[in-house]
């Protein structure tokens, strides 16, 4: 265990922005762990939970390859850090920690400017794309009276709801994101409700859905969300904010594909059925979603 900073981790404190948690003027050290039983976002996310009370929060770069984890914090605070790591049971071994210099954490703060900035260009582009695809389908579902087209256009207003609050929460504090992610989460799962409504309505009073629209429409809009889901993927890690509207991304793409299948079965069947089910589908879907959204804790 070196009391130096190697030249790895001065390296990477310079180039990488710690993640989730704004740059920390009390931050004077770096460590660098070994952590052989941290292989997926579970244990990830044991690690931020462990040290979420300290204060002040320290910054994390996660490894998840080669099951390492480098943390920014205060001096003082590496033996209590020590002892919660050995609590979770994953193994840790210090690796090497060092002092985190004044130009080290400048270089940081900018990383983290420029971050904010591409992640406002990212949400930007997907919020013009969902608003843009929420009035076309809508319009186009309502006069095909297709259920699946009402659903999945709901399903693109939330996401554009989601990409709005996650454009407000850059920049800003790991808890606003995190409740910027779950204010969206509501509302999807209002959308949800409403769709299951409508999807009520439709089978009470009846229709008569156009598979022709349905499939045309339906081609459009996964066109948009596979472009969204192109346009996110590099920034899903970026915070709660950005892991909500990755999730809403990919689901969907899988709306969208349902809502085909759906267009072909009306067109081959002359029922309406398939239209309700994928509908109701839909609706489960973008609860799911608004499920998985509630839980994000940053």
């Not at 709005?164 to 959308?191: E, F, I, M, N, P």
């Amino acid at each position: 265990m070196s009391e130096n900073c190697c030249s790895s981790c001065c390296s990477q404190s310079a180039d990488n922005t710690a993640e989730n948690v704004e740059v920390s003027e009390a931050w004077d050290a770096v460590s660098l762990f070994d952590v052989p039983g941290m292989d997926c976002p579970a244990e990830e996310q044991m690690v931020r939970t462990a040290l979420a009370e300290l204060t002040p929060p320290p910054g994390f770069e996660f490894d998840l390859n080669r099951r390492q984890m480098r943390i920014y914090h205060a001096k003082s605070q590496l033996e209590e850090i020590s002892h919660r790591l050995d609590g979770l049971g994953l193994g840790s071994r210090l690796l090497e920690t060092g002092t985190l210099t004044d130009e080290a954490r400048l270089l940081m703060q900018e990383s983290a400017a420029a971050r904010d900035a591409r992640e406002a260009r990212v949400l930007t582009w997907l919020l013009a794309i969902n608003g843009l695809m929420f009035v076309l389908e809508f319009v186009v579902g309502w006069l095909a009276q297709s259920t699946g087209l009402i659903a999945d256009s709901l399903d693109m207003f939330a996401d554009a709801a989601v990409y709005s609050l996650a454009l407000y929460a850059v920049g800003r504090s790991v808890q606003l994101k995190v409740r910027a992610a779950h204010l969206a989460g509501w509302l999807q799962l209002a959308l949800a409700l409403f769709a299951l409504a409508e999807v009520v309505r439709r089978f009470i009073y009846g229709s008569e859905p156009v598979s022709t629209l349905m499939i045309g429409m339906g081609l459009v809009a996964l066109v948009a969300n596979v472009a969204s889901l192109m346009i996110i993927s590099k920034s899903r890690d970026s915070g709660a904010h950005m892991k909500a509207s990755w999730i809403f991304s990919a689901n969907d793409v899988m709306a969208n594909l349902g809502v085909i299948v759906a267009g072909v079965l009306v067109m081959w069947t002359g029922s309406r059925w398939p239209d309700l089910i994928i509908g109701t589908l839909i609706a489960l879907v973008v609860l799911n979603g608004a499920r998985k959204i509630l839980q994000l804790k940053g």
